[in-house]
């Protein structure tokens, strides 16, 4: 071990893997591992030794390396699988390496889509490293530069936290248990489930498995599991923890959890020139007759009936469901009396204080990772560029730096092998890494990392915008996988179905999408909140995004000059104008909403079902509750934002401060709720706020 290195996990990973290398196929003891590798020799003692090398194990599998045990009976090396013999371990490795996968470049650039759907999570680290081996043409690089993947920047995976160790669970059916709160809980609950699948509706995670203290199939959200999903031994009876049926149908679980519906139509009434958002798309029934004076009567078709009744309740007093048989009614009424509810309910004690950020923080899997495929990188090719090795590591300059320097102490451990180490040469703009040899290639795919490239493919397939072409390549693309991975990997990525859904906005998606990529400037009337009016803007479109469940369209307005965000669902038309434009830059870890720092800030209560939305808005304190909600102080570009938020979640958005704020929005909810009684027509100068930015 090296003075100038200490104890690394890494280093000694490392150190593991390049011991089992050099034993070839007669493999080595823990008694041999324990005095050539340094971090062992100096253990405290034979259980944290044990814990240890578990764990190095652990990791060296979960890049690809195909580490096994064997036992022997003597000394001559002869293999047997009687019990008694001496346990040794070795690297399998004619399975080691990944084979040689030609791509095209459309293929190329489907892979590359597939690596953006998991950007920001700790699945993209095992999609980088994946697409860094798979994809050995040295134009990659330049064809990355032209690449147009960074147009669609919805992701598959933010925050949530468990949906690596979740993912591992459902590829082997584990029946795992974790502490889980429902809706209105006052305390969670252990669950025991078989873990089926995973499944992103509407861009939330949900785990689909069998709850064997109900024996029932049940859906779990991921953002209310509260403590680390764990492993534990089924039930002896194996009837009581069924696996995966072969008829198990997720997309009758996309549609339950998003509220999907066939088609259905509803009346409104609406204040003449206002709640415009629930005009779009929305046809004049021609019955003036039977409206009231100041209303206009629209029909509306819709296939989500619940997201629908939130956006009537949203609009406050100056929208109804007049049929007061009409289910839609009943539920926007239920939604208002919620809201006044909530607000009149004794406010809850809490403490704020600045919340604590969490970092994607890269675990030693990661990092031995990109020492290894650096190493097999720069193997593969007579050196690397430190710009390609960059890109396909994805890291900054700075910690490529902090890699090459920490291979510097990688290789056979130095008290034993001294000066076996590795060196890194970097000369004529190219990287090599000599006393390297072992390791001549970029290694086979793990389970994980082949399943995850595996999903952001068939999810890339799935992005609005996509030529028939394209989803071709990404086909082919996807089929070059599974080959070069084997079957367990299409097995593995059955129970795991992701994609990206815009609802009825999926078309409108799709054509902003494609104007994106080729630079075409549009003309949209565009329903603006604040004032609930329709304007014409003539946008650069840049990319298209989500956030809390909303399509966006991020582009540079002319019409304001300045970069703006589009909701999808307020873009009444879209008109090209037959001009293109020079692109903007646009950072890949852009925000969606930023604030200007001059906004008020409000104090909201977010109820355990919505806490994860409290994280969009960016809050500068928070305080958790015992139930699981979330009070966080918040900047809001327009009070009646406030408002429409109270209504459009029935009470599980509370505005706690400032009292003036409570008090307009208790006065705003009234109003709306009279408004189901007496028909009123609202009163002048009631709008339903913007969203979270300007």
């Not at 995966?244 to 997720?250: G, H, L, Q, S």
Request: aromatic fraction near 6%; include cysteine.
């Amino acid at each position: 071990m090296s003075a100038a290195s200490p104890a690394r996990s890494t280093e000694r990973i490392v150190s593991l893997l390049w011991v089992l290398l050099a034993s070839g196929r007669r493999g080595v003891t823990r008694e041999y591992l324990v005095t050539s590798v340094d971090a062992y020799s100096l253990s405290p003692s034979a259980a944290a030794f044990e814990k240890m090398f578990t764990r190095d194990k652990e990791v060296l599998k979960g890049i690809g390396v195909p580490l096994e045990s064997f036992t022997v009976q003597d000394e001559s090396g002869f293999e047997s699988s009687e019990p008694g013999g001496e346990t040794r371990y070795r690297i399998d490795e004619d399975r080691m390496y990944l084979p040689a996968v030609p791509f095209t470049n459309g293929e190329r650039l489907a892979l590359m889509r597939a690596e953006s759907a998991w950007a920001g999570s700790e699945i993209g680290h095992a999609v980088v490293r994946a697409l860094g081996r798979v994809d050995a043409g040295e134009d990659w690089l330049e064809a990355r530069s032209d690449s147009d993947h960074e147009a669609f920047g919805v992701r598959l995976a933010g925050a949530d936290r468990y949906l690596t160790e979740l993912g591992d669970m459902v590829r082997d059916q584990s029946v795992v248990r974790f502490s889980y709160r429902t809706v209105n809980a006052g305390r969670a609950e252990d669950r025991t489930v078989r873990a089926w699948a995973l499944t992103n509706p509407t861009g939330v995670w949900y785990l689909v498995g069998w709850d064997l203290d109900r024996q029932q199939q049940r859906t779990f959200r991921l953002t209310r599991i509260e403590s680390e999903p764990r492993v534990v031994a089924a039930d002896p009876g194996h009837d009581r923890a069924p696996h995966r049926p072969a008829d198990f149908d997720v997309q009758a679980v996309h549609d339950v959890v998003s509220g999907q519906r066939q088609p259905a139509s509803t009346v409104l009434h609406l204040a003449t020139g206002r709640a415009v958002h629930l005009r779009i798309g929305a046809e004049p029934t021609g019955n003036p007759t039977m409206v009231p004076k100041g209303w206009d009567e629209v029909r509306v078709t819709y296939t989500r009936p619940a997201e629908l009744a939130g956006s009537i309740a949203a609009a406050g007093p100056l929208a109804t469901v007049p049929d007061v048989g009409d289910p839609l009614r009943a539920a926007v009424v239920t939604l208002l009396e919620g809201a006044l509810a909530s607000h009149a309910a004794p406010q809850p004690e809490y403490t704020l204080s600045t919340p604590k950020r969490r970092r994607n923080r890269r675990t030693d899997r990661d990092k031995v990772a990109a020492v290894v495929d650096a190493i097999g990188l720069a193997n593969r090719r007579d050196g690397i560029s430190r710009a390609e090795l960059a890109e396909r590591l994805h890291v900054g300059d700075r910690e490529l730096t902090a890699i090459l320097d920490e291979l510097w102490f990688c290789g056979m451990p130095e008290r034993q092998f001294a000066g076996q180490q590795f060196e890194v040469l970097e000369q004529d703009g190219r990287i090599r890494i000599t006393q390297a040899e072992r390791l001549s290639g970029p290694l086979r795919l793990s389970v994980p990392e082949a399943a995850a490239l595996a999903i952001g493919l068939r999810a890339a397939a799935g992005i609005p915008g996509l030529t028939d072409t394209e989803r071709q390549d990404t086909a082919s693309a996807l089929d070059k996988i599974l080959a070069a991975s084997g079957p367990e990997v299409g097995q593995a990525g059955a129970g795991i179905v992701a994609g990206f859904d815009f609802g009825p906005f999926t078309e409108l998606a799709g054509r902003l999408h494609a104007a994106v990529r080729e630079q075409t400037l549009l003309s949209i009337d565009y329903h603006s909140a604040t004032r609930d009016e329709t304007s014409t803007r003539t946008v650069e479109p840049l990319r298209i995004t989500s956030e809390g469940g909303h399509g966006y369209l991020q582009a540079w307005c002319r019409s304001s000059d300045g970069r703006r965000n589009f909701r999808l669902d307020r873009i009444a038309a879209v008109r090209e104008t037959g001009e293109t434009f020079e692109p903007r830059h646009l950072p890949v870890d852009d925000r969606l909403f930023t604030q200007h720092g001059d906004e008020p800030a409000v104090t909201v209560h977010f109820a355990h079902r919505i806490r994860d939305l409290a994280a969009g808005f960016d809050p500068e304190r928070t305080a958790v509750l015992e139930d699981g909600s979330v009070i966080a102080e918040v900047r809001l570009a327009h009070p009646d934002y406030a408002h429409a938020q109270a209504a459009r979640f029935g009470g599980e958005f509370r505005v706690l401060a400032p009292q003036d704020l409570v008090e307009s929005t208790v006065d705003w909810l009234q109003r709306a709720r009279t408004g189901y009684v007496t028909g009123n027509s609202p009163s002048p100068g009631v709008s339903t706020g913007p969203g979270p930015a300007a």
